[in-house]
């Protein structure tokens, strides 16, 4: 089997602090994958490199047949084929608040990947209803709670339609509800065959959804047996 990610050898370094020393991982297609750690292990720094948002030293990043390379990060008109693959839903949303939900979902489908505004709208109604918050597209991020704008940012990532889809802290403001709701959102998405990678404290939520979890500690990733 294919896999939607694969991560190698991955080193990363800010001044003289080494923050990924080697980094192998990769996520299958339908496989969510949980990514843990201590606070300021490296995490978030995983993901940002993996979705091209962070230069990487040495290593290798491939998603599908699109690949980064070591060095400083390539122009935004270079990355379209990558942001077509790999979506990256934020810890803080991270939704401009001067947009109301569907413009935000519709965004860079129209002025980064050139749809026209009918198709960009239409996915992005088809999306926020999937995901339960089409009631909410005039709605401003500052109108919307916690888990509905976290669903709408999931809907911005999914609107390229990519194979992987890249969370960091995704629990972290959500009560148990919603946590809830949450995974069941991750396993439609997974069953849909993209491949997930989680990043999260969140024990409990990685043993109940997760397929497989994988240690950072020190700049290292390490297997555990399967959560289940």
Partial sequence: MTNTLTVRDLHVR????HI????????????????????????????????????????????????LKPGPLPPESKLKALRRKVGMVFQAHSLFEHLTALDNVTLAPIHALGWSREKAEEVAHRLLESLGVSHRTGAYPNQLSGGEAQRVAI???LAPDPMILLMDEPTS?????????????????????????????DVDFAREYADRTVLLAEGRVSD?????
């Fill in 173 to 201: 403001a959500l009560d148990p509800s919603r946590r809830v709701a949450l995974g069941e959102t991750l396993r439609a998405l997974a069953k849909d065959g993209r491949g997930l990678l989680v990043a999260t404290h």
């Fill in 14 to 17: 800010r001044g003289r602090d």
């Fill in 20 to 67: 990924l020393r080697g980094i192998d991982l990769t996520v299958a297609p339908g496989e969510i994958c949980a990514l843990m750690g201590a606070s300021g292990g490296g995490k978030s720094t995983t993901l940002r490199a993996i979705v091209a948002l962070q230069p990487f030293d040495s290593g290798s990043v491939a998603a599908g047949d699109v690949s």
């Fill in 155 to 157: 809907a911005r990532a």
């Fill in 224 to 228: 555990p047996p399967v959560s289940g």
